[in-house]
């Protein structure tokens, strides 16, 4: 392959090579697009979108939680009947908001959002291919995705209301709608909704993992892979292994309910009627739930993880501390997160031996965690940091981290766990450590690739208040419920003035509404930074961040096919940021070490030797 | 008009967002910042960074040393709750030191490193000897924690001692039903298709053992002396979870569970202890199971053992309050059933006994 034409030096006035490609029709560009570029912004848009329904049903039951006093008479002309006589929210909706949330939230933006945004955007640009190993397929996996929004954003309109058995949606409760409303047809549509949004996953997973291993440019190794494709290319395996096990659940729980077999139920007396279920069990769909379930927040988080070694390492001017072991450490989480799912079942009934084991295995995972938290923090020893808005949302992405990281401690911890399961302890954890790390992941990723996606530079001050307000505003909102937790507060609770043990902490839970209302709140600014800055944001650089990967090589807005000439080649990992000897703090990948002698080491140097190439135009010289 | 107030102010607050955008782009421009790789922003980043750590922690510490209104932890009134209890205290000490620590590096390091002019950042990428130290220190760390928690883990959830009080508790949508052996001390069979408006729990009168058990309206517990509860639900799954005692297991339809303990504390001493005068147990239900899963309640007493005898002696078996189910017993242990469940005695007896256990 020639690398004749490569760009070694971006401030090289760069033609766009518009002949590569034919016109498209607006149809083939913007709406069934095969292009990864386009397919990825249009879940970046759709994940927006999710994120602020998501976000908004949150905020409808803090206003319950942290007011139950107030009249919430103002939201009729939304929410119609689900608002009470007497102005209040309807209890049974406060548990539909709570499952919708959550579904959102786990499902639509940050599985679909985060993924299947910046797999799609990087995985190609970031490998050097051309674009996905199929393009069909991966619009297929958009346009299912959209399928499944579409029904599950219906579903919050019917009159029975959507689910509203938890976003874990257990059965017998998710099976009887003589038990709650939302298990009516609001559940018939959740569970349609989730077989394509699986459907949709899966052809997405294959997608990346075909091309990270077929499509990657001559020279890039998977010991020189960027971190955020190691981090996708083992998600969307993650998701392969464990998307179909839900799909199973799923089926399952469609048969229960339809056509009357007996998979999850057993000996039900509702409604003043013994039903004929014999021989079910419910702890049968737990287990075949969190095992998805489980794997899904690594599939969620470790994309987020990804992003962040790359651009912290990026921002610190510094290579990724233990390139080697954060690669062993997502291999170690992938495959332990697998063999950790009864963790969430211990007061389940499940037979407490298998309860131990399942300790044991919990606890484990939380070393290579560590591992990739000391590592991220030792990258920023002795570095020379940059503080764009992505390096800040990645530093809160590792404070969430390490913060939420902890309090598995306590829940993994069998015997803990007996009494903080289900409380708000619970949710503190996960928010912070799943929820948060992996939004803020999101927020990073849009910051850090928003120039090569639009073109254009999203505005800095803008982000750093969106970062401050929101940052300061989740640890306001998620610290107390660590409290909260504590004290034995349950979740999925409408209100705490039935029980005299929760009388307590009625301002706590004021002053969190208020920090949640506010984050929220915050995230317009992001909003109107991201729609402005697409149309009237600075012209980006080819490089703004001065990176290594080989986006940043492609034209300022990269048209079909990537790269105007030939794919670069690649020569050396991507995190020389600051070699000694060099000239610059950053070597992209792309530059041959034969061209870098100043900067080699030993083994480098002999690899520069055995290096064939075609001599490049000599911009450098040093 | 509220809503052209609400629009009115969703355009003013657009309209203030794009003026700060525009003034922060002229600003950057006057500053010459628009074409400089790291703006002047950077050290007010920095120092943010440096401010929000400070702030944290003085926070962190204020509210988890006492400065809440109010006190996050529950009385504990349980036996195994005190081993649980310290398993959770040694935990918060680890982790709120490896959470205090990484955060003061994290935010530390981000300020003290910061971007400076002609500063060049060292080429560090890797350091076995550090990987191994931090892979192996959390990994021993959490040998022990897991070593000590499968040991309580193991002896919570291991048989119940032989002279338990066993008590059935049985969810369904949105209360409990309890059920004591009676004078046999045995729980009879169930079977959900015995169930109706009056026989709540399905008790299955074909079995013996279930002529002399009854169903009082309260969860009365003896202090000091082990409960096994059983636990089974109805309907959907709910969860039987008591703070106080440190409990919780879920009340599964079709897979009985259970989970013993022993209470350490009488009502009357939690009264007490905690300076409520109105203080009760509370039973909670955890896991959603519908409308009215956020009420779904039980009391719970807690006395004296020798309290708990006279009370447990006095009860009426249910069959003997609803002899109308006599007629689910089979013929051949009809007789039987009168006499255990004290259907058979005269009823002024009973009444003069009744009076004499409860002048006592």
Redesign the interface.
Known sequence: MSVADIKVDEHLAHDDHGHDHHEQSFIQKYIFSEDHKTIGKQFLIAGIFWAIIGGGLSIIFRLQLGFPEMSLEWLRPILGTWITDAGKLDSEFYLALVTMHGTIMVFFVLTAGLSGTFSNFLIPLQIGARDMASGFMNMLSFWFFFLASVIMFVSLFIETGPAAGGWTIYPPLSALPQAIQGSGTGMTLWLVSMVFFIASQLLGGINYITTVINLRTEGMSFSRLPLTIWAFFITAILGLLSFPVLFAAALLLVFDRSFGTSFYLSEIYINGEALPNVGGSPILFQHLFWFLGHPEVYIVILPALGMTSEIISTNSRKPIFGYRAMIGSILAIAFLSFIVWAHHMFVSGLNPFLGSIFMFLTLIIAVPSAVKAFNYITTLWKGNIVFTPAMLFSIGLVSFFVSGGVTGLFLGNSAVDISLHDTYFVVAHFHLVMGSAAFFGLMAGVYHWFPKMFGRMIDEKLGYLHFWLTFVGVYLVFFPLHYIGIAGFPRRYYSFTSFDAFSTFTDLNAFVSVAAIITFGAQFIFLFNFVYSIFRGRKAPLNPWRSNTLEWTTPRVPGHGNWPGAIPAVYRWPYDYSKPGAEEDFIPQNVPYSKTPESNLDHEAELAKSENITPAPANETK | M?NLIIILAVIL??AI??A??RV??LVGIVKGD?GK???S??K???A??LL?LLA?IVG?AY??LGG???????PLASEH?V??DR??WI??A??SF??IL??I???F??FK????EG?????????NT??II??AV??VV?TI??IS??K???K???PAPEESEIIEVMGY?YSWAVRYGGADKQLGDYD??K?D?VNQV?IDFSDKASFDDFIPTKLILPKGRPVHLK?RA????H?V?Q??F?????A????P?RFWFVPTKTTAEMRQETG?P???Y?L????????????M?YLIEVVEPEEYDKWYASQDAWLKQNDDYLSQVPEELKEMARIASGIENNAEIQEVENAVVSNN
Request: charged content about 15%; overall charge neutral; proline content about 3%.
């Open positions: 509220l607050v657009l967002l794009i700060v955008f922060t782009t628009a790789y790291v703006t922003g950077n007010v980043q920095a943010l960074c929000f944290g962190f509210y988890s809440l209104d109010d006190d996050f932890v529950q709750g081993e649980t398993l959770f935990t918060m680890i982790t490896v959470f990484t955060q590096f994290l935010f390091f981000a490193y910061q971007y400076k500063n060049k950042a060292t080429f560090y990428p890797h350091n550090l990987e931090w892979t959390p990994a959490l924690l897991i928690g499968w309580t883990w193991t919570i959830t291991g949508q959900f298709k169930i408006v399905g636990i109805r309907d959907v799954i969860s979870y703070p106080h440190r409990l919780q297991m879920n599964v339809p079709g897979m569970t409520n109105d203080f009760q509370e909670v239900c955890n896991k959603i199971c519908g409308k009215g899963h956020f009420a309640k």
